[in-house]
């Protein structure tokens, strides 16, 4: 199974396309901070805006698509001149219409949604990539083209069926998003699209077996580079040095492994790694804010629940 893909079932994705926002001129949209495992996105399929989250501001054109990790509060504004309106919300079945509190001809047409992950491997892979992720796949990318008019299409109709549709689409547009390379589209480093064949490569390799000993000399070798290039070109494609990628990777697997059995904390570290349970309790409470015995009760309880 490819990188993406992988990630994408280990996470427990869940998406939810929320609102669609027809905005005129000079509209102000405020969005507040999500909780944890939670994270926003937009996809601006019409017009131009310009999104403020922590110290960026972001020019937004039809085609681009953002994703915000770290959940933080931003803000969404439209072009136009005199005194900024605020929006107004209607409901609906499968998602809510926002609009310019003073009317007016849209200028925009943007969606807006989130994703929901699990406390483990999930917060683990959004918290491993950038604070704020915006990618400009424009209106020649026939992918996106193609589910732009399925989501438009859909949210037009907004029928039976309507919210499981969508919520599959948004998982497509978080693929598309994961596998972007940086170059022309996106300048934000993404570990999951390395396009160094030999550090995607590596990447692989550390994902496939978390639990070998992955030192930085194995996996140069292995690339048939010196260790300081290798170093250099990993950083460069992943934005993380080796060691962090190889905890997180580690964690990650430990996150699934306390979940789908009765393995022992100790034993656990072992498969994934690490020489003493002491080390990977530390390492594990470092990365997720609390011990791996407490993980999996908590998250097992809530598991329960769910069903329940």
Partial sequence: MDTVSRL???????????????LGAATRMDVARLGACEVPFHVLLEGECRLHVGGRVLDLRAGDVVLIPSGAEHRVLTPGSGRRQGTVETAGEAFDTQRSARGGEPVIDLFCGRY???????????RSLPEVIHV??????????GLSALLRGEASREGEGTEAILSALCTVLLAM???????AATAEVLWTAASDREIAAAVESVLDAPGEDWTIDRLSRAAAMSRATFLRRFSRETGMTVGAFRTRARLMA?????????ATVGAVAAQVGYQSE??????????LGT???????????ASISHRL
């Fill in 278 to 287: 002491s080390a990977f309790s530390r390492a594990f409470r470092a990365e």
């Fill in 254 to 262: 430990a996150a699934q492994l306390l979940l789908a059995g009765d």
């Fill in 177 to 183: 998003v994961l596998r972007t390379s940086r170059g």
């Fill in 8 to 22: 994408l079932r280990v996470a427990r994705l869940g998406a939810r396309l929320e609102k669609r926002c027809l």
């Fill in 136 to 145: 400009s796949f424009g209106p020649a990318d026939e992918v996106l083209r």
């Fill in 116 to 126: 929901t992950v699990n406390a483990g491997a999930g917060a683990l892979l959004f």
């Fill in 291 to 301: 011990t791996p015995a407490r993980f999996r009760r908590e998250q097992s309880g």
